[in-house]
């Protein structure tokens, strides 16, 4: 055999040693816990043959405790970059089996240098997340290795979309490397994200808890909302990364591309002409309105088990994307909370940042009452909502379809929030407050005098209603474009998104804005 070949047959050999991570053993370990190594993962999320990986040959620097006999080619991350329907995406995953995925400086080199390289590109950047943290024998370069990818986290921001799977641990102060991204996933009963774990915490306040309870997908996905998406299994989360990339732009000079679709832009839904319910207090399901008007009822909703009283998520109408944020009768009334408001809030503020146009269905009674709400902030919590509406640019197209009463009028997308085009359903109630409060402090004192106070206010909330539940009163001052018939809905969102396509809008020149966190 010549030298050459001599050479090349070497380097075929440490190639196949790396693509083994931590070894067999380790990675049937990973397998009996149904979990997927992280070349695994990347096969199954890439376009078929399309994974260049980089880096192969790094190894870790550490000589403490040993660990310079503790060798592994490529250390504990995969890198680099492949396409996902085509389109470029760079990718780190990490490597459970080799030393638990924990995180050594040359890992973060690596991470760091795929993030750079999606900057340059303009490309997306997937963080798959399956690791014991900090590499503890490493101590300050581990966690100096973190601080760098945060920081690039930070500059991607609104720049190229970040996407973190979190498909194993996620523990310490790695957690906030997705808390910093756009979109988290996380899968039931595999993955745990927390920043003490549960015997720290026993330690600390006394509690038990399980992981699962602390910082399960479950919890993140409807209690602290740290979460955007819970999936049953590995794939779906990898199915569902895909799926989300479809419907989000590579960057923020590009649009999302079109989706071809064979649904009518005229289709008329007669059933929403008959969907809202004759009693102002009874729900109707705001889900049935969106799945009737956007392209063959696909939606994909961001944060659906968190504050379920609005409704985020992605759609496409005419094939163009869109951000849906609606308001949800079904659950609390659709009032506006803390909760929902900063749910709403983040996605309103990724679609801008990503020129994704936003369509919003108004049904609010306002914002929710109570010491609960005022202690935990909701004015500030509001506000971020009400900022956020206020300096989207990109096109906005609002439909209120039943209640949109004071603030949470104005908060929703309104026509002085620099909305588009902003449609009413005849349905429509656009007023200061509700008729039953609205009388009681109008006439308290004529009720009072009156010998049947409660007759006197319902005569009074009767023609309070008459006049302001209406959307007509708000269209006679121009703050509704039109009030539309509610079957034509699809076919009056598709036209104004056409007549906006070429929107320009800016904002004031200035270092960063101060939304109110
Ligand atoms: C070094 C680690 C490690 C770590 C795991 N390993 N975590 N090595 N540093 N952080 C090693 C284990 O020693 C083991 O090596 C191998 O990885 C697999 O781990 P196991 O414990 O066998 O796996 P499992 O039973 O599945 O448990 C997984 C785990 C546990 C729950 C994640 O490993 C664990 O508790 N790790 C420590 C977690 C932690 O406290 N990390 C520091 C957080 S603080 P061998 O050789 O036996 O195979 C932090 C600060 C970040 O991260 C700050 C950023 C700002």
Same mark, same amino acid.
């Given at each position: 055999m010549s030298n050459q070949l001599e050479k090349v047959k070497e380097l075929i050999e440490l190639r196949n040693k790396a693509r083994l991570g931590g070894g067999e053993a380790a990675i049937e370990k990973q397998h009996a816990q149904g979990k997927y190594t992280a070349r695994e993962r990347i096969t199954m999320l890439v376009d078929e043959g399309s994974f260049e990986e980089l880096d192969m040959f790094v190894q870790h620097r550490c000589t403490n405790f040993g660990m310079e006999k503790k060798q592994y080619l490529g250390d504990g991350v995969v890198t680099g970059y492949g396409t996902i329907e085509g389109r470029l995406v760079y990718i780190f995953a990490q490597d459970f089996t080799v030393i638990g995925g924990s995180l050594s400086e040359t890992m973060a080199m690596k991470i760091c240098k795929v993030m750079d390289q999606a900057m340059k590109m303009g490309a997306p950047i997937i963080g798959i997340n399956d690791s014991g943290g900090a590499r503890i024998q490493e101590g300050i370069n581990a966690l100096s290795g973190y601080a760098e990818i945060f920081q690039r986290n930070i500059l991607a921001s609104g720049v190229v979309p970040q996407i973190s799977g979190i498909f194993g641990p996620c523990a310490g102060g790695a957690v906030y490397s997705p808390a910093l991204t756009d979109f988290t996933i996380m899968v039931k009963g595999m993955s745990y994200m927390f920043l003490t774990g549960p015997k720290v915490v026993k330690t600390v306040t006394g509690e038990d808890v399980t992981q699962e309870q602390l910082g399960g997908a479950?919890?993140?996905?409807?209690?602290?909302?740290? @979460?955007?998406?819970?999936? %049953?299994?590995? *794939? =779906?989360?990898?199915?569902? &990364?895909?799926?989300?990339?479809?419907?989000? !732009?590579?960057?923020?000079?590009?649009?999302?591309?079109?989706?071809? @679709?064979?649904?009518?832009? %005229?289709?008329? *839904? =007669?059933?929403?002409?008959? &969907?809202?319910?004759?009693?102002?207090?009874? !729900?109707?399901?705001?889900?049935?309105?969106?799945?009737?008007?956007?392209?063959?009822?696909?939606?994909?909703?961001?944060?659906?088990?968190?504050?379920?009283?609005?409704?985020?998520?992605?759609?496409?109408?005419?094939?163009?994307?869109?951000?849906?944020?609606?308001?949800?009768?079904?659950?609390?009334?659709?009032?506006?909370?803390?909760?929902?408001?900063?749910?709403?809030?983040?996605?309103?503020?990724?679609?801008?940042?990503?020129?994704?146009?936003?369509?919003?269905?108004?049904?609010?009674?306002?914002?929710?009452?109570?010491?609960?709400q005022e202690y935990g902030g909701v004015i500030v919590h509001g506000a971020k909502l009400l900022y956020a509406y206020g300096e989207a640019t990109v096109p906005k197209v609002t439909v209120t379809l039943r209640k949109s009463y004071g603030g949470a009028h104005i908060v929703m997308s309104c026509k002085q929030l620099r909305g588009d085009m902003n449609y009413a359903w005849p349905t429509a109630e656009i007023a200061v407050m509700g008729g039953v409060g609205a009388v009681e402090v109008l006439y308290a004192k004529e009720a009072k005098e009156s010998p049947d106070p409660a007759s006197y206010l319902a005569e009074k909330e009767e023609e309070y209603t008459k006049t302001f539940a209406n959307p007509y009163n708000a269209a006679k001052y121009g703050y509704i474009d039109d009030v539309i018939e509610p079957r034509n809905t699809r076919f009056r969102i598709i036209r104004a998104l056409q007549q906006l396509a070429t929107k320009k809008q800016t904002n004031p020149a200035k270092k960063h804005d101060n939304l109110p966190l």
């Open positions: 479950t919890v993140h996905a409807s209690r602290s909302g740290v @979460t955007h998406f819970a999936v %049953d299994t590995g *794939e =779906d989360g990898i199915t569902l &990364i895909r799926k989300l990339l479809s419907f989000i !732009p590579q960057n923020n000079l590009e649009e999302v591309p079109i989706k071809k @679709t064979d649904d009518p832009i %005229d289709r008329l *839904e =007669d059933a929403l002409n008959d &969907i809202i319910p004759d009693s102002p207090n009874k !729900p109707y399901d705001m889900y049935e309105v969106i799945g009737a008007v956007i392209d063959n009822g696909e939606f994909l909703e961001v944060h659906a088990d968190y504050a379920q009283n609005i409704i985020v998520g992605f759609a496409r109408f005419n094939g163009q994307t869109v951000g849906i944020v609606a308001n949800q009768p079904k659950c609390l009334a659709g009032v506006l909370d803390i909760n929902a408001s900063r749910k709403a809030a983040r996605f309103v503020r990724f679609c801008d940042a990503f020129n994704i146009p936003l369509v919003t269905l108004v049904d609010v009674p306002g914002f929710l009452p109570g010491t609960g």
